[in-house]
């Protein structure tokens, strides 16, 4: 299993960034996916979380502001973020469980300052 994010950097107050996750390993479209993240001197949090189906879960401090999305064709889970805020700098992580066995990304930095 391997997962790969990319997508980060530096972006200003109330600008936009998009991550993506590309998956390859297993049956992408059979598993649920989901966002994290950790900021610095705190423990990592869900962000976002779709499941195979497609429903979606979010974070109370990103719902309206960031979107998740699957593209079963590509094996790959994006997250859209709008209106990002100095809070949202983390290092976010895709994630997925298979055969209950934990599977992490690398972590790809966002930094929102100006």
């Known amino acids: 299993v391997q997962l790969q994010a990319s997508g980060g950097g530096l972006v200003q107050p109330g600008g936009s960034l998009r991550l993506s996750c590309a998956a390859s390993?297993?049956?992408?479209?059979?598993?649920?996916m989901s966002w994290y993240r950790q900021a610095p001197g705190k423990q990592r949090e869900l962000v976002a979380y779709?499941?195979?189906?497609?429903?979606?879960n979010y974070a109370d401090s990103v719902k309206g502001r960031f979107t998740i999305s699957r593209d079963n064709a590509k094996n790959t889970v994006g997250l859209q973020m709008n209106s990002l805020k100095p809070e949202d700098t983390a290092v976010y992580y895709c994630?997925?469980?298979?055969?209950?066995?934990?599977?992490w990304g690398q972590g790809t930095l966002v930094t929102v300052s100006s």
């Open positions: 779709i499941t195979a189906g497609g429903s979606t």
């Open positions: 994630y997925t469980v298979i055969y209950w066995a934990d599977y």
């Open positions: 390993g297993f049956t992408f479209r059979s598993s649920a």
